[in-house]
């Protein structure tokens, strides 16, 4: 049983390019969570969500930022136009059920913007 | 505003010795608490929970204390072992519908030999 699979797991792009961030759950979880942790600091949420579902977005910034989760397939973070100051460690977790549940974490992508 | 932070960035022991890391929150409505583990280059890795209903809960070498009257969790690490050196994060639920987790920054746990 395949864990959270995160990828890619480094990936450098220049400001105002767009980067696509994969994840995919455990099997047989159907709630993904989407974490970034800058240097140095812990983790903050982003975004919940279920299939085909934003559930919450509270930690999303405004703009540039947007997640899905489509019925196949894996959830999928996207930040358009990046820049410098969206550098950073983006982790999934998922679970099983609601918060109260244990969730696991991926591996993690290293966005690095140049 | 709420958040949930460790009283210490760093915390230094021998091989052997037992481990406490603290941990304070702030939301009282908070009712379900994880601590995890982060290696370096590595995803959090889930160690132990705890339900606002309960006082302690033991693991593998490690026991968890929950006290809601001052809002503070611990971790308590028996027998540290150089591969307990990691950073620790205590998470707690920021909403009712436990939807989402809230980490502090993290106390960097070194084990000497």
């Known amino acids: 049983n395949a864990g959270v699979m995160q990828n890619p797991r480094h990936l450098v792009r220049r400001r105002g390019q767009e980067a696509r961030l994969r994840c995919s759950p455990m099997?047989?979880?159907?709630?993904v969570y989407w974490y970034r942790q800058l240097p140095e600091e812990g983790l903050k949420f982003m975004v919940y969500?279920?299939?085909?579902?934003?559930?919450?977005e509270s930690g999303m910034p405004k703009e540039r930022f947007s997640a899905e989760f489509p019925k196949e397939g894996p959830s999928i973070l996207r930040i358009q136009q990046v820049v410098r100051g969206d550098s950073a460690a983006y982790f999934c977790a998922s679970s099983a059920g609601t918060g109260r549940t244990e969730a696991f974490f991926g591996q993690g992508t290293r966005l690095t913007v140049v | 505003g709420e958040s949930v932070g460790l009283h210490l960035p760093t915390l230094s022991v021998q091989e052997g010795d037992n481990s406490i890391i603290n941990c304070a929150y702030s939301?009282?409505?908070?009712?379900?608490f994880i601590w995890y583990k982060q290696e370096s280059g590595k995803g959090p890795q889930f160690i132990i929970d705890i339900r606002s209903n309960m006082d302690k809960r033991q693991g593998q070498r490690v026991t968890v204390l929950l006290n809601k009257t001052v809002k503070h969790l611990s971790l308590q690490i028996a027998a540290t072992q150089p591969g307990d050196s990691a950073v620790y994060f205590c998470?707690?639920?920021?909403?009712?519908?436990?939807?989402?987790?809230?980490f502090g920054k993290g106390t960097t746990l070194s084990v000497s030999s």
């Open positions: 969500l279920q299939k085909e579902n934003i559930i919450d």
């Open positions: 998470a707690e639920t920021i909403n009712q519908a436990g939807t989402a987790l809230i």
């Open positions: 939301n009282s409505a908070s009712d379900y």
């Open positions: 099997k047989g979880h159907s709630h």
